[in-house]
Protein backbone atom coordinates (compact mmCIF):
# COMPACT_ATOMS: atom_id res chain seq x y z
CA UNK A 1 0.00 0.00 0.00
CA UNK A 2 1.55 3.50 -0.99
CA UNK A 3 0.93 6.26 1.49
CA UNK A 4 0.40 9.60 -0.14
CA UNK A 5 1.83 12.73 1.82
CA UNK A 6 -1.07 15.46 2.09
CA UNK A 7 -0.14 19.13 1.20
CA UNK A 8 -0.99 21.39 4.81
CA UNK A 9 -4.44 22.68 4.53
CA UNK A 10 -2.44 26.08 4.56
CA UNK A 11 -1.01 25.37 1.02
CA UNK A 12 2.47 25.86 2.07
CA UNK A 13 5.37 25.12 -0.06
CA UNK A 14 7.47 21.70 0.80
CA UNK A 15 10.97 23.08 1.06
CA UNK A 16 14.09 22.51 -1.42
CA UNK A 17 15.23 19.30 -0.72
CA UNK A 18 18.48 18.20 -3.26
CA UNK A 19 19.40 14.62 -2.45
CA UNK A 20 22.41 14.47 -4.62
CA UNK A 21 24.15 17.63 -3.48
CA UNK A 22 23.39 16.40 0.09
CA UNK A 23 25.06 13.35 -0.06
CA UNK A 24 28.09 15.60 -1.58
CA UNK A 25 27.68 17.70 1.34
CA UNK A 26 27.87 14.83 3.99
CA UNK A 27 30.82 13.73 2.29
CA UNK A 28 32.48 16.82 2.47
CA UNK A 29 31.38 17.30 6.03
CA UNK A 30 33.41 13.84 7.45
CA UNK A 31 36.23 14.54 4.76
CA UNK A 32 36.72 17.74 6.47
CA UNK A 33 35.87 16.34 10.12
CA UNK A 34 38.70 13.41 9.44
CA UNK A 35 41.27 16.49 7.78
CA UNK A 36 40.67 19.16 10.60
CA UNK A 37 41.10 15.93 13.50
CA UNK A 38 44.68 15.21 11.55
CA UNK A 39 45.54 18.60 10.90
CA UNK A 40 45.51 19.76 14.41
CA UNK A 41 47.27 16.71 15.61
CA UNK A 42 50.13 17.32 13.10
CA UNK A 43 49.82 20.47 14.41
CA UNK A 44 50.12 19.67 17.93
CA UNK A 45 53.27 17.40 17.49
CA UNK A 46 54.91 20.58 15.62
CA UNK A 47 54.21 22.47 19.00
CA UNK A 48 55.66 19.79 20.89
CA UNK A 49 58.78 19.32 19.15
CA UNK A 50 59.86 23.32 19.29
CA UNK A 51 58.77 23.03 22.36
CA UNK A 52 61.22 19.98 23.10
CA UNK A 53 63.85 21.70 20.54
CA UNK A 54 63.41 24.94 22.47
CA UNK A 55 64.11 23.17 26.19
CA UNK A 56 66.06 20.25 25.56
CA UNK A 57 68.16 21.28 22.06
CA UNK A 58 71.80 21.74 22.05
CA UNK A 59 73.16 24.10 19.82
CA UNK A 60 75.94 22.89 17.38
CA UNK A 61 77.19 23.95 13.99
CA UNK A 62 76.31 23.20 10.80
CA UNK A 63 78.33 23.50 7.59
CA UNK A 64 76.71 24.63 4.35
CA UNK A 65 76.36 22.47 1.59
CA UNK A 66 73.51 24.10 -1.20
CA UNK A 67 71.23 27.26 -0.78
CA UNK A 68 67.98 27.49 -2.86
CA UNK A 69 65.69 30.95 -3.67
CA UNK A 70 62.12 29.67 -4.73
CA UNK A 71 59.68 32.08 -6.63
CA UNK A 72 56.58 31.43 -4.86
CA UNK A 73 54.66 34.24 -7.09
CA UNK A 74 52.95 37.09 -6.25
CA UNK A 75 56.87 39.10 -5.15
CA UNK A 76 57.13 36.23 -2.34
CA UNK A 77 60.19 33.88 -2.11
CA UNK A 78 61.04 30.97 -0.08
CA UNK A 79 64.47 30.46 1.21
CA UNK A 80 66.18 26.85 1.92
CA UNK A 81 69.78 26.17 3.00
CA UNK A 82 71.19 22.94 3.18
CA UNK A 83 73.66 21.72 5.90
CA UNK A 84 75.53 18.67 7.39
CA UNK A 85 76.00 18.84 10.72
CA UNK A 86 77.62 16.12 13.20
CA UNK A 87 75.97 15.74 16.75
CA UNK A 88 79.02 15.21 19.65
CA UNK A 89 79.84 11.97 20.11
CA UNK A 90 78.34 10.97 16.97
CA UNK A 91 79.66 9.57 13.97
CA UNK A 92 76.95 10.36 11.68
CA UNK A 93 77.12 13.02 9.78
CA UNK A 94 73.47 14.25 9.08
CA UNK A 95 72.62 16.43 5.98
CA UNK A 96 68.79 18.43 6.26
CA UNK A 97 67.30 21.25 4.57
CA UNK A 98 66.15 23.93 6.59
CA UNK A 99 63.58 26.77 5.40
CA UNK A 100 64.66 29.85 6.71
CA UNK A 101 64.49 33.30 6.95
CA UNK A 102 65.37 36.05 4.53
CA UNK A 103 68.05 37.07 7.21
CA UNK A 104 69.03 33.60 8.42
CA UNK A 105 69.81 32.96 4.73
CA UNK A 106 71.84 35.87 4.47
CA UNK A 107 74.01 35.29 7.09
CA UNK A 108 74.41 31.71 6.20
CA UNK A 109 75.62 32.89 2.74
CA UNK A 110 78.34 35.19 4.07
CA UNK A 111 79.69 32.73 6.71
CA UNK A 112 78.99 29.55 5.39
CA UNK A 113 77.74 28.21 8.37
CA UNK A 114 74.99 28.21 10.58
CA UNK A 115 73.55 27.17 13.99
CA UNK A 116 71.50 23.70 14.20
CA UNK A 117 69.55 23.23 17.29
CA UNK A 118 68.69 19.21 17.92
CA UNK A 119 67.61 16.63 20.13
CA UNK A 120 70.64 14.46 21.56
CA UNK A 121 68.46 11.62 21.48
CA UNK A 122 67.16 12.16 17.84
CA UNK A 123 69.69 14.17 16.09
CA UNK A 124 66.94 14.62 13.10
CA UNK A 125 65.00 16.37 14.82
CA UNK A 126 66.34 19.37 14.39
CA UNK A 127 66.18 23.15 13.17
CA UNK A 128 68.43 26.34 11.89
CA UNK A 129 68.71 29.07 14.81
CA UNK A 130 69.23 29.49 18.23
CA UNK A 131 65.23 30.25 18.96
CA UNK A 132 62.91 28.03 17.80
CA UNK A 133 59.51 29.14 17.22
CA UNK A 134 56.34 26.56 16.70
CA UNK A 135 54.70 26.58 13.65
CA UNK A 136 51.07 27.45 14.09
CA UNK A 137 49.77 27.41 10.55
CA UNK A 138 48.87 23.50 11.17
CA UNK A 139 46.43 24.39 13.85
CA UNK A 140 44.77 27.26 12.14
CA UNK A 141 44.30 24.95 9.25
CA UNK A 142 42.75 22.31 11.15
CA UNK A 143 40.07 24.50 13.19
CA UNK A 144 39.24 26.14 10.19
CA UNK A 145 38.03 22.26 8.48
CA UNK A 146 36.21 21.78 11.81
CA UNK A 147 34.53 25.31 11.56
CA UNK A 148 33.46 23.93 7.87
CA UNK A 149 32.73 20.65 8.92
CA UNK A 150 30.38 22.19 11.88
CA UNK A 151 28.83 24.58 9.26
CA UNK A 152 27.89 22.27 7.06
CA UNK A 153 26.38 19.82 10.11
CA UNK A 154 24.34 22.89 10.87
CA UNK A 155 23.02 23.28 7.66
CA UNK A 156 21.69 19.76 7.41
CA UNK A 157 20.40 20.03 10.91
CA UNK A 158 17.98 22.45 9.91
CA UNK A 159 17.50 21.29 6.34
CA UNK A 160 16.40 17.75 8.25
CA UNK A 161 14.24 19.89 10.55
CA UNK A 162 12.39 22.09 8.25
CA UNK A 163 11.23 18.72 6.04
CA UNK A 164 9.96 17.44 9.40
CA UNK A 165 7.80 20.85 10.45
CA UNK A 166 6.35 20.28 6.55
CA UNK A 167 5.53 16.38 6.90
CA UNK A 168 4.06 16.98 10.47
CA UNK A 169 2.18 20.17 9.27
CA UNK A 170 3.82 22.67 11.09
CA UNK A 171 4.76 24.37 7.85
CA UNK A 172 6.83 28.11 8.56
Known amino acids: MVETLKLPPDGSRPPRVYPRLNRRIWLLMWLSLAGGLATIGGGLFEIYRATQLRTHGQQIEGTLVDS ?3 STGKGRTAYSVTLNYQPPNDPTTYQKQFSVTPLQYD ?5 GKGDVTLLAADPTQSAVGGIVKPNYE ?3 MGVGLLAVSGGIAL ?3 RQSKQVEA ?3 GKSS
Open 68 to 70: NKL
Open 107 to 111: EILRV
Open 138 to 140: PLA
Open 155 to 157: YRR
Open 166 to 168: YLH
